[in-house]
C-alpha cells in the first residue's frame, strides 16, 4: 500500500512565486487535512476536508488555499509564496470516526 | 496559544531510566491519540484513548486518559536510545471534529546509551 504520498520532498521556491503540494492517499479515506510544522510549534492545521468538495479552515489558514475535487486528492497552493512559509509539510488522512491519522513523508519548503 | 501543551519540551535521560511526558488542556477531548515522530518521517500512531480514566499498556509504555478527559500521560519504563523521537498528543475535541485532529507541540526525548 503506498498510503499517503506527497510531492515534492524538497522545494526552494522566491518570495511571491507560486506553488502546489501535491497530496494523494490510496485507502480512501474520507478526511484529509494539511499541518504545518516548525519548530517548537508542533503540528499546525492549516485546512482540512471532511470529502469530495467539501473543505474548511484550521488554525493558520491564512496565505493558502485548497480544493479536494476526489477522494484521492487534496493539493495546497501558496498564493503567493512568502518566507513566513518556510515549514515542513504534512498532509494526513483518516477514516471517519476518529481513527488513526495516517501522514505522508513531509514536504520541506524553504521560500527564500 | 495551542490547544493542548505538552510537558516538558525536552527530555534527555540515560538507558534504564523512566520518564513521563504530560498532555493538558482546558478542553475535554473525545478522544486522544499519541503518536511518534522520528526525524525526516510523518508522526506514526502509538494509541489512542477515548475513556476517562483509561489506561493503555504498549511493552513498555503505559498511556493515562484523565478522569474528566483533558489531559493525558505518557510513561515509559527503562528507556531504550531506540525510544528516542518527538511524542505529540492530538485530539478530537467532538465527535463532529473528526477531520480537525489538533496536535501539541511536543516533547522530544533523548535516551542516550
Known amino acids: 500500500n503506498a498510503g499517503v504520498t506527497q510531492t515534492p520532498k524538497f522545494q526552494v521556491l522566491k518570495t511571491g512565486q507560486s ?7 490510496d485507502m480512501n479515506h474520507e478526511y484529509m487535512s494539511w499541518y504545518r510544522q516548525d519548530p517548537g510549534m508542533g503540528l499546525r492545521l492549516i485546512h482540512y476536508s471532511v470529502g469530495a468538495g467539501i473543505t474548511d479552515q484550521g488554525e493558520v489558514p491564512n496565505g493558502y488555499n485548497v480544493s479536494r475535487s476526489t477522494t484521492e486528492d487534496f493539493p495546497l497552493r501558496l498564493l503567493p509564496a512568502a518566507p513566513s512559509q518556510t515549514s515542513v509539510y504534512f498532509c494526513a488522512s483518516r477514516l471517519q470516526g476518529g481513527t488513526e491519522a495516517f501522514f505522508g513523508q513531509g514536504t520541506r519548503l524553504t521560500v527564500v | 496559544t495551542q490547544l493542548l ?9 540515560q538507558e534504564g531510566e523512566n520518564l513521563t511526558v504530560y498532555c493538558n488542556s482546558s478542553s475535554v477531548f473525545s478522544s486522544l491519540q499519541w503518536y511518534r ?3 525526516g ?3 506514526v ?3 489512542t484513548v477515548v475513556t476517562g480514566g483509561e489506561v493503555k499498556k504498549l511493552k513498555r509504555l503505559t498511556f493515562q486518559f484523565g478522569d474528566a478527559r483533558k489531559d493525558s500521560s505518557l510513561h515509559i519504563t527503562a528507556a531504550q536510545p531506540g525510544d528516542t523521537g518527538l511524542y505529540l498528543c492530538a485530539g478530537d475535541t467532538t465527535t463532529d471534529s473528526w477531520g480537525k485532529l489538533q496536535f501539541g507541540a511536543g516533547t522530544q526525548v533523548v535516551v542516550t546509551p
Open chain 1, 19 to 25: 506553488m502546489t503540494l501535491q497530496c494523494a492517499q
Open chain 2, 5 to 13: 501543551e505538552q510537558s516538558p519540551q525536552f527530555l534527555s535521560i
Open chain 2, 37 to 39: 515522530q522520528e526525524p
Open chain 2, 41 to 43: 518521517e510523518g508522526p
Open chain 2, 45 to 47: 500512531l502509538l494509541v
